[in-house]
């Protein structure tokens, strides 16, 4: 079952990863046919600005999401370095829980509610409803509570060599 969670981290990690830097592949683009088109035909872009300030909001919340699963979020430490392991670990079960808690109710309940207030506002130059570009809130909220849920199970059953050896040997047999 653990190894099972692990290879799920790793798919969910590379896709991540992988739709991530295709967003940053289209915000470069866009941004540069916008400076392309603004300087060089002297004729602006109407779309770009627009595509590219939604592919932000896309790429720092998958981010975000990304990021919190590698445990790399912003974090003062001070408290849980002084703690003994058995109080760290009950102390980033505690965090655990308090950000699904956050995730469930402002990102998952607020961001629902907020594609459906305005799933009927249409953007002004890609004449795509709103609702879309706030669908990335339940969208990153979900993936970090998955985050958490792995998270929490890699710091009750920590990942060892021994582990990787025992997986790689039946996985061969």
């Known amino acids: 079952m653990l190894a099972f969670l692990r290879k799920f981290r790793a798919c969910l990690d590379q896709l991540l990863l992988s739709f991530c830097g295709v967003i940053i592949i289209l915000l470069v683009a866009a941004v540069s046919w916008q400076v392309f088109s603004r300087y060089i035909l002297n004729n602006p872009s109407t779309f770009t600005d627009e595509i590219a300030r939604f ?39 505690v965090i655990g829980i308090l950000v699904v808690a956050f995730a469930y109710l402002a990102m998952i309940n607020g961001g629902i509610a907020l594609m459906g207030r305005t799933m009927f506002q249409i953007s002004p130059a890609l004449r795509i409803p709103m609702g879309y570009v706030y669908g990335i809130l339940p969208l990153s909220a979900f993936l970090i509570c998955i985050y958490v849920v792995l998270n929490t199970i890699d710091l009750l059953f920590p990942h060892n060599d021994a582990d990787a050896l025992n997986t790689k040997s039946s996985g061969e047999k």
């Open 55 to 93: 592919m932000m909001i896309w790429l720092g919340l998958l981010g975000a999401s990304f990021l919190f699963g590698k445990n790399g979020h912003l974090a003062i430490t001070l408290l849980s370095d002084s703690l003994s392991p058995k109080m760290h670990a009950a102390l980033q079960i």
